[in-house]
């Protein structure tokens, strides 16, 4: 795999514009003499603050390229401190309520299926490190606040201590890997398709994922669950949007069908026992999404000087994670 061009520039939150030219100049030269005529044909990650905690970056490089040299995402252009240049996909990201329009939902399942099935040649590829990842994401976690408004909204949410949800991730590890009828296949996952990482280009029916930061290896349940959990929202969470028994049912006998055809199986129809069966995994391990979601805002609380009420949304999804865990266990 081709070394990618670098620079120790920082990219300056403070002065996007500034710090865009800087970095267009450097990998894309070509680009850069031509700014003032064109305009979007490059797009820049900026990592957010103490994501190495969670995300390994130079395994993310890595994924990027494989994506790349398979279409699935764009072009890594190069990397600079706290970011990468790639190409510029095309396409507006989703709004809420597109995710759950019966059209976009099967584009989502193609490529989806087509992300999954990367590894499919490959024969056994390495045991998913999600439930240790999730262990690892607690241990690191603040059991207190430096800011004392942070640490009086997480007192006055009443969450339970850190040793409850080293028993739930303990539990759910127990459930979904060793009895077989909750065991998932491992693929590559993307792990973050909530509906602004997914473009929608109109002109040409098509869907593109973008912001691959969490993907890699993972149970193919999880993405999907995930996925469901991911149309309640983000800004304005509702779990009333969550994908009722019917829709989901649809959802995953149309994935299971393009599953099977991506495997060399013809056939159209699918069995309804396998549906069920992957309904039931599906939904045990949104479980496990609601988990690693909920601790991941403990560290963003602590960490991040993004305005969003992190601890707000963790308590929302440990609320929903005990109501629904109440209904599936």
Known sequence: MASLPRTSFNFDHNDPEASVRTILQHFRPDWFKRLERSAGENSDQIHGEDTEKNIDRKAELRTLQILSERKICGEVYGVFANGMCYEYVKGEALEQEMTADPHISKLIIEKMVHLHCIYRHKGSHPHTSLFDKLHTMLRQSPKTFSDPITENTYRSLDFPN????????????????????????????????????????????????????????????????????????????????????????????????????????EEETVDEEEVERMYLTVNRFALVAHLFWIIWSFQQAESSSIEFDYLTYGKKRLDEYQKRKAVLF
Not at 246 to 264: F, I, N, P, S, T
């Open 162 to 265: 850190h040793k409850y949800f080293e028993a739930e991730v303990n539990f759910l590890q127990t459930e979904l890997t060793v009895h077989e009828s909750n065991v998932s296949p491992e693929v590559f996952c993307h792990n973050d398709l909530f509906y602004r990482n997914i473009l929608y280009d109109e002109d040409a029916d098509q869907i593109r994922f973008i912001d691959f930061e969490y993907a890699g290896l993972n149970y193919q349940a999880y993405d999907i669950g995930n996925h469901f959990n991911e149309w309640c929202g983000v800004d304005d969470v509702d779990y009333s949007r969550y994908p009722s028994r019917e829709v989901q049912m649809v959802w995953l006998r149309y994935y299971l069908q393009c599953w099977h055809h991506a495997h060399g199986r």
